[in-house]
């Protein structure tokens, strides 16, 4: 079948330029499809990142806020510990200063003969220092061998004895020195026995 066509020439010929570029079009149409579509992909991989994203930035928010409470709950029990610490600082500084003398007093009422009795006292922070009276200085003898066996003391030093006489009575008068052992190594070996 054959068409004719009765247009005027000019109009003739623009219509088949317009169909020479229908191939163009199509072309054209295809690119902007596909840009569309890519724009379109990579907007929506990037939301989906962006969703994800934002989920580990939450989680890791909360995390974060639980760390803030721990180190808020730690910094209060360190707090409290270090309290703790300086109670603990405080008796131990009176156990070092009280126990010894009192190890020394445990260890005198277990070493004193009754033939041998003291009439001054004075207790250092290592040392011990007393005098006393006795009948005999076989007694004072005794009476230091039997202060060396206690675990407080470390030696025991007669710098002096002397005979005195105070009416019918006679007398050996004395000096007793000693050295303490640290009152943590006494408690260690208590502890060990």
């Known amino acids: 079948m054959m068409r004719f066509d009765l247009r005027p020439q000019e109009y003739r010929q623009q219509e088949k330029t317009k169909k020479g570029s229908d191939p163009l079009r199509i072309l054209f149409l295809l690119l902007v499809v596909l840009f569309v579509g890519t724009s379109l992909l990579s907007l929506g991989y990037s939301w989906l990142r962006l969703r994800e994203h934002q989920e580990l930035l939450q989680a890791r928010?909360?995390?974060?806020r639980v760390l803030e409470r721990q180190a808020r709950a730690l910094k209060t029990e360190l707090g409290?510990?270090?309290?703790?610490?300086?109670?603990?600082?405080?008796?131990?500084?009176?156990?070092k200063g009280e126990l010894p003398s009192l190890e020394v007093l445990a260890a005198l009422e277990g070493?004193?003969?009754p033939r041998v009795w003291l009439t001054s006292l004075s207790i250092a922070k290592n040392a011990v220092s007393m005098q006393g009276e006795a009948f005999s200085e076989a007694d004072v003898v005794e009476f230091g061998n039997n202060l060396g066996e206690a675990s407080i003391i470390?030696?025991?030093?007669?710098?002096k004895v002397s005979r005195s006489?105070?009416?019918?009575?006679k007398t050996v008068s004395f000096v007793l020195d000693c050295t303490l052992h640290d009152i943590t190594a006494?408690?260690?070996t208590k502890e060990g026995s």
């Not at 470390?154 to 710098?159: K, T």
């Open 154 to 159: 470390r030696s025991v030093v007669v710098p």
């Open 165 to 169: 006489r105070a009416g019918t009575s």
């Open 186 to 188: 006494v408690t260690l």
């Open 61 to 64: 928010q909360e995390s974060l």
């Open 80 to 95: 409290r510990l270090q309290e703790e610490e300086k109670d603990y600082q405080a008796i131990l500084g009176l156990l």
């Open 111 to 113: 070493s004193l003969p």
